[in-house]
Antibody
C-alpha cells in the first residue's frame, strides 16, 4: 500500500521560503512521477507541478519562477521549495503520485501552511 | 492553459437518487486525459475516475465516467450516504494540468 506523508513548518513569514517534504512508503520513489498540489482554505485545487525521480520537472507557469522540486532517493522522499511567499500562498499542500505524469492516484493527508508575520 | 468549468456548482439530492456532474473544457482534452476526484471535508482528494471512463481502484460500479473532447460527465447511479462530497475534474493532457472549481453534492 502506497502511503505519502507531508511534513514541514506550519507557519512561514512573508518573503521567506516554504519548504515541505513528502515521505513515501510502500513504494520506491525511483519510478513514476511525483506531484505537489495546493488548496487555499475553502477554495479549489491548484496543480503546482510534478517531477520524475531522475530530476526532470514540469512546473505550473504561474509558480514556475518560485518553485523548485527535488528528490532524495536514498530517503525515498521528495521536496517542494516555494520562495518569496505571500499570504496568497497560504494553503493546504498535498503531495501525490502521478503514475505517468498523469492522474493522481495516491495522496498524502495534506499539511496546512500559513504565511504570516 | 485549459480552463475547466463544472456544473452545477451544487447538486442537492437524496440518497438513492442519480447524480450527473458535468465538466467542460475550454479546449479539447487530448486522449481523454481527464480525471475525477472526490473530496470530503478535512480529507485529501481521492481519485474516482481516470482516462475519462476508467474507475480507480476500489470505486464501486455505481460511478460511471464518460465523454471526450471538451465535454465530460461523471454519473453516480444511486447515491449512497458516503457519496456526498465535492467532486473535482482535472485534465492532464496539456501542461499546466488544471482542475475544475468543483461540484458539491449535498443531501437534500
Amino acid at each position: 500500500q502506497v502511503q505519502l506523508q507531508e511534513s514541514g513548518p506550519g507557519l512561514v513569514k512573508p518573503s521567506e521560503t516554504l519548504s515541505l517534504t513528502c515521505a513515501v512508503s510502500g513504494y520506491s520513489i525511483s519510478s513514476y512521477y511525483w506531484s505537489w498540489i495546493r488548496q487555499p482554505p475553502g477554495k479549489g485545487l491548484e496543480w503546482i507541478g510534478f517531477m520524475y525521480y531522475t530530476g526532470s520537472t514540469n512546473y505550473n507557469p504561474s509558480l514556475k519562477s518560485r518553485v523548485t522540486m527535488s528528490v532524495d532517493s536514498s530517503k525515498n522522499q521528495f521536496s517542494l521549495n516555494l520562495s518569496s511567499v505571500t499570504a496568497a500562498d497560504t494553503a493546504v499542500y498535498y503531495c501525490a503520485r502521478a503514475p505517468w505524469g498523469s492522474e493522481l492516484d495516491y495522496w498524502g493527508q495534506g499539511t496546512l501552511v500559513t504565511v504570516s508575520s | 492553459e485549459i480552463v475547466l468549468t463544472q456544473s452545477p456548482g451544487t447538486l442537492s439530492l437524496s440518497p438513492g437518487e442519480r447524480a450527473t456532474l458535468s465538466c467542460r473544457a475550454s479546449q479539447s482534452v487530448s486522449s481523454s486525459y481527464l480525471g475525477w476526484y472526490q473530496q470530503k471535508p478535512g480529507q485529501a482528494p481521492r481519485l474516482v475516475m481516470y482516462g475519462a471512463s476508467n474507475r480507480a481502484t476500489g470505486i464501486p460500479d455505481r460511478f460511471r465516467g464518460s465523454g471526450s473532447g471538451t465535454d465530460f460527465t461523471l454519473s453516480i447511479s444511486r447515491l449512497e450516504p458516503e457519496d456526498f462530497a465535492v467532486y473535482y475534474c482535472q485534465q492532464y493532457g496539456s501542461s499546466p494540468f488544471t482542475f475544475g472549481p468543483g461540484t458539491k453534492v449535498d443531501i437534500k
